[in-house]
């Protein structure tokens, strides 16, 4: 363009003053465009971004407030918390806190708090909810059977007393082996024995039976199921006890040295007491034998051992028996 | 070392013997590191109330984070439980990628397990069932007894920060 004014200008010689100034503006407007021009192009192969584009903002949804915020004063607490859940802030309208920190300051509130999750709640066992549920299972409840109030009562009735475990443990199988276990225990004094039949039932249970307490207790582990177990703990009680009342042929040779126990019945003391108390007697008259008492102090004596209560009841006796006052 | 020196002279003297010539030259191997967090010099490390409490504050300040009753004194599954519990927690962050703020709480009752945690509010309601109800299903397919996901959300990350060493 300032090519072309030039030669306008040499054309036009009279007016080459007003045509300079003119020419002066001219330039001064339209110098970048010449620069433009003149100046090399650049190839730009990539598309260079003149602007950043801004980043989209995330568009949320809006959270909700709590819903305790929310919450009728009188509602139905089961309804809310009808089974064992972790905590969870927005459902319980409890000022909870929970934590440890340092002298003065708050502990850490409800809200985004781990520890008050991990522990077990029991704000589905509040009474109302116990109540209810008492409520609802009093139809499969039965009354309980008459004549059977006291404990003395029903020890008469069911003598046996049958103890079994149950295991609620947190694994996928509700199975547990220690389950299988059965004990059965009962007072001996609940059967009837008499003296041969008691000494070989209690030979025969050994150390199962405590003599402090007079309670015999089997306890049975050797089958696999709880039911056998039991089964085989009253096979044993059966067996053991009707064993008790056989006598067998050898038994019939047990000595005096076998005894475990002194029995005046058995013994040398008797036939010659007996003898001191018939001496000079005619024949064919009645057998005069030593008192009840007298074989007792004498069975004592031997038994205990000799204490000062011992030797003086026996003397005592002794002095009866032979009229010696 | 004074009643020794009283009762026996000579064990006296094999003590002092001892106590000049015991010089440790092996690394202390007394160190106990492992859930305990050191400062930083700007003072902008962030942490949870679990990871501000030492683990010899398990039972006083903070509490487990697996409830079960294997590790009852002769209980079973002890080993079985354990590893379980770790995969439910590798599966669990892995699932919930970078959402998860806090530890992965596991609750065994029965057969059922259940799982709590805290998770960032980064994702859609709608994504977020979809995790739950996915997390559900191949866990309970895997440990073979119900799943349930007892989850707690929070706005930021910020919000579970409980102090900054």
Same mark, same amino acid.
């Given at each position: 363009? %300032? ?24 330039? +001064? ?12 192009? =650049? ?77 077990? $709640? ?53 199975? +547990? ?77 047990? %000595? ?10 058995? $013994? ?24 009840? %008492?007298?074989? $007792? ?20 006796? =002794?002095?009866?028996?032979? +009229?010696?006052? | ?95 919930? !990628? ?11 009752? !029965? ?55």
């Amino acid at each position: 363009m %300032s090519a072309g004014l030039t030669r306008l200008w040499e054309r036009l010689p009279l007016k080459k003053h007003a045509a300079q100034s003119r020419i002066r503006v001219f330039s +001064n407007q339209d110098q970048p465009e010449i620069e433009d021009d003149e100046e090399f192009r =650049v190839l730009s192969l990539r598309t260079v971004k003149q602007q950043f584009q801004r980043r989209q903002q995330v568009r949320r949804d809006p959270i909700t407030p709590p819903r305790t915020t929310r919450m009728a004063v009188d509602q139905d607490w089961t309804a809310v918390w009808p089974g064992p859940r972790s905590f969870h802030p927005a459902s319980v309208p409890l000022p909870l806190r929970q934590g440890f920190t340092e002298r003065g300051a708050a502990a850490p509130s409800k809200f985004a708090n781990a520890e008050l999750m991990k522990i077990p $709640n029991f704000l589905h066992l509040t009474p109302p909810a116990i109540r209810q549920q008492c409520e609802a299972i009093k139809r499969f409840c039965t009354p309980w059977p008459k004549g059977l109030e006291t404990e003395a009562k029903w020890q008469r009735h069911f003598p046996i007393e049958v103890t079994t475990t149950d295991y609620c443990q947190s694994l996928p199988t509700i199975r +547990n082996p220690e389950a299988r276990k059965v004990t059965v225990s009962l007072k001996l004094s609940d059967l009837r024995f008499d003296s041969h039949s008691r000494d070989k039932f209690l030979r025969l249970v050994g150390d199962r039976y405590n003599k402090e307490t007079d309670i015999l207790t089997i306890v049975t582990d050797r089958c696999p199921q709880k039911k056998q177990n039991y089964d085989y703990a009253l096979y044993l009680l059966t067996a053991c006890y009707h064993e008790s009342f056989v006598t067998e042929p050898w038994e019939e040779t047990k %000595s005096e040295a076998d005894m475990e126990e002194y029995l005046f019945e058995r $013994n040398q003391s008797k036939i010659s007491a007996e003898g001191i108390l018939n001496w000079n007697a005619k024949e064919g008259a009645p057998k005069e034998s030593p008192s009840k %008492s007298y074989a $007792n102090s004498v069975e004592q004596l031997i038994n205990e051992g000799e204490n000062e209560y011992n030797l003086g009841k026996y003397k005592e006796e =002794v002095k009866k028996m032979l +009229n010696i006052v | 070392m004074n009643f020794l020196k009283k009762l026996v002279p000579q064990a006296a003297a094999e003590v002092q013997q001892l106590s000049r010539s015991s010089i440790h030259t092996s690394v202390v191997c007394c160190r106990v590191q492992s859930g305990r967090y050191r400062i930083t010099t700007k003072r902008n490390r962030a942490l949870t109330y679990e990871m501000a409490n030492p683990p010899h504050f398990i039972g006083h300040r903070k509490s487990w984070n697996s409830w079960n009753t294997s590790t009852l004194k002769d209980a079973l599954r002890p080993s079985q439980t354990a590893i379980e519990d770790v995969f439910i927690r590798k599966f669990v962050t892995g699932t919930w !990628h970078a959402l998860v703020c806090s530890e992965i709480i596991i609750k065994r009752q !029965h057969n059922t397990i259940r799982i709590a945690a805290l998770i960032r509010q980064a994702i859609t309601p709608r994504k977020m069932y979809f995790l739950i109800g996915y997390t559900e299903e191949l866990l309970s397919y895997w440990m073979q007894c119900p799943v349930t996901l007892e989850l707690q959300t929070v706005g930021d990350k910020k919000d579970v920060v409980f102090k900054y060493i």
